[in-house]
């Protein structure tokens, strides 16, 4: 009677919008295109969110390690949210990269992005600079005040886990979502089993994390290419079609994300051809590799603006910015 008490207060003080952000299924983390001159592609951008909303995707992340977040100036991620909230936001859940390995530009940002009309802020622990637990908690506290928000766990790119006991420091505050957990299904199946909502970060193990371990969804790379089949997999169990899409997953991560994205989409006619350093395309043979997996996985669930092509090197460009 107690718990039950205290979890309904906890309901009680969240807010509606993070009650509803914890139903979301399947939440994309979207490219940011290019244009020659380095500036962001926003008819390519709008496009491929068109082809995310008609094939069911119900939120993305702006600005996000596949957004290349950390390659865009904060005025940028900042108008990019806002474009977003204009053209989509009665039709997606718009999710800010706002989070920084620095307290304050953290806080500025995630301020910031909430009011150019963001749903929700993505948060990180200090990367590179570590701090201690408490910090950890301190720093996230910090932007929480804002509005709702996503805790992104990837001790892969930040060097440091934000472990369990850390999350349940937080768990209770009114605008904490949930978590983008990529420490696999123990960590995921720990937290759910503690209340708490979680996103897989891992594409690879997304199907099994949501329909063995409890996680709500995933916050997927694979579904800038793939969206519907990746709605499918988070709706049903279909093993069939998890272990039909294992060889894209490899493909997309055989380089660092955003690589394979990237240059994905870019063969798919997507995107132009244009790379902010420091990544590049991935190399021609493996291109030509991955143009026939997207062909056998069946061009009509993918973003193919025109006819497929592996591209030569030289089609490729990069830009500072």
């Known amino acids: 009677q107690v718990y039950t008490s205290i979890f309904g207060a906890i309901l009680e003080s969240m807010s ?35 082809h995310q909303i008609a094939n069911g995707v119900e939120g993305i992340i702006v600005g996000g390690t596949t957004g290349e977040g950390h390659l865009l100036s904060l005025d940028e991620r900042l108008g990019l949210i806002s474009h977003t909230k204009a053209k989509f936001g009665s039709r997606l859940k718009i999710v800010g990269n706002t989070g920084s390995n620095h307290t304050a530009q953290a806080v500025n940002a995630t301020e910031k992005g909430f009011a150019a009309g963001m749903d929700a802020s993505l948060l990180i622990n200090p990367y590179y600079g570590k701090t201690s637990d408490s910090g950890i908690v301190m720093h996230l506290e910090a932007a929480l005040k804002f509005g709702p928000a996503f805790i992104y766990n990837v001790p892969g790119r930040t060097g440091q886990d934000i472990k369990p006991d850390v999350i349940m420091k937080i768990k209770d505050h009114p605008n904490f979502i949930g978590v983008k957990e990529c420490m696999g299904h123990e960590r995921i199946k720990e937290l759910s089993d503690q209340g708490i909502c979680c996103w897989s970060g891992n594409d690879d193990q997304m199907h099994h994390s949501r329909h063995k371990y409890g996680a709500v969804g995933v916050i997927s790379v694979t579904s800038n290419v793939v969206p519907g089949l990746v709605k499918r997999l988070m709706t049903q169990e279909d093993e069939a079609l998890d272990a039909k899409l294992q060889p894209l997953y490899k493909w997309l991560f055989t380089d660092p994300n955003p690589i394979g994205v990237n240059t994905m989409l870019m063969m798919l006619g997507v995107a132009k051809p244009i790379f902010r350093l420091p990544y590049t395309f991935v190399p021609r043979d493996r291109r030509a590799a991955g143009i026939e997996l997207v062909k056998s996985i069946g061009l009509e669930n993918c973003p193919a603006f025109g006819e497929p092509k592996a591209l030569e090197d030289a089609d490729f460009q990069h830009v500072l910015a």
């Open 16 to 50: 509606e919008e993070t009650k509803n952000l914890r139903q979301v299924r399947l939440i994309t983390a979207v490219k940011t295109p290019y244009l020659p001159d380095g500036k962001i592609d926003l008819e390519a951008y709008e496009k491929l969110l068109e």
